[in-house]
């Protein structure tokens, strides 16, 4: 019988967020799962930024995940040590644990790299560039690897999360959060929504794709906004 894939998830403690859907997905899937979060709760408990990892050359599927995201800074008055805590966890931290995978992956030629990367790295996020900039980030980070490893059935790829009802988001200021909600033509983004799209890019499936990202936003980047939208059947 065939060993199970090891999935590490990124960023999975807390209930309700999308590292614990993505977890129950690839557990569904049929895959050995271990987490890492700073939070307690998870198989590592420790920084991506700073901490000493352990030893990650056996994953097979690693879901980069974990990240600050209520940095809240305009462009001009953005805090430099603000700005540096959200690359060093975003950006620095998500490479961390890649390089820790990336050698066992290379060694047994298989490896599947899934970076959740945002909506906001593509179209920006007034009020957090440097959460925007760490996102779009993880996008040249991905084209990179795959490049480096095409051919070594190492494929990397990132899922694009529109705003999701995740713990973290709706942890936001109420207001702030109804906010988002009245914008969105189609609702918020469900957690397991972002879930399915890492389990295709993890599964035998996707094995031909790789260097690609996918945006699951329920239709928020479409213009669907328009003066003659009262004459279009819905």
């Not at 309700?16 to 979060?37: F, K, N």
């Not at 930024?49 to 001009?76: E, K, R």
């Not at 961390?96 to 906001?120: C, D, H, K, N, Y």
Request: glycine share 12%.
């Amino acid at each position: 019988m065939t060993a199970p894939l090891k999935a590490l998830v990124t960023g999975a403690a807390k209930a309700g967020s999308i590292g614990q859907a993505v977890v129950a997905r690839l557990r569904a899937d049929g895959m050995e799962v271990v987490t890492l979060d700073r939070d307690p709760g998870c198989t590592w408990q420790l920084d991506i930024a700073s901490d000493l990892l352990p030893d990650l050359s056996d994953i097979d599927v690693y879901i980069g995940n974990a990240a600050l995201t209520t940095v809240f800074g305009a462009a001009h008055t953005m805090d430099l040590a603000r700005w540096e805590k959200d690359l060093q966890v975003n950006l620095t931290g998500t490479f961390r644990v890649l390089q820790a995978v990336l050698g066992g992956m290379r060694e047994r030629r298989f490896g599947r790299i899934v970076l959740t990367s945002s909506t906001a790295a593509i179209v920006g996020l007034p009020g957090q560039v440097s959460y925007s900039t760490t996102k779009a980030g993880l996008l040249g980070m991905i084209k990179t690897v795959a490049a480096e490893t095409v051919g070594l059935g190492i494929t990397a790829n990132a899922v694009l999360p529109g705003m999701t009802a995740s713990s973290g988001v709706l942890s936001m200021p109420t207001d702030i959060v109804r906010a988002w909600r009245e914008s969105m033509p189609a609702g918020m983004v469900e957690p397991g929504e972002i879930a399915a799209a890492v389990g295709f890019f993890a599964s035998p499936a996707a094995s031909g794709v790789t260097g690609q990202y996918l945006i699951v936003d329920r239709g928020d980047g479409l213009n669907t906004r328009s003066v003659t939208a009262s004459v279009v059947p819905r």
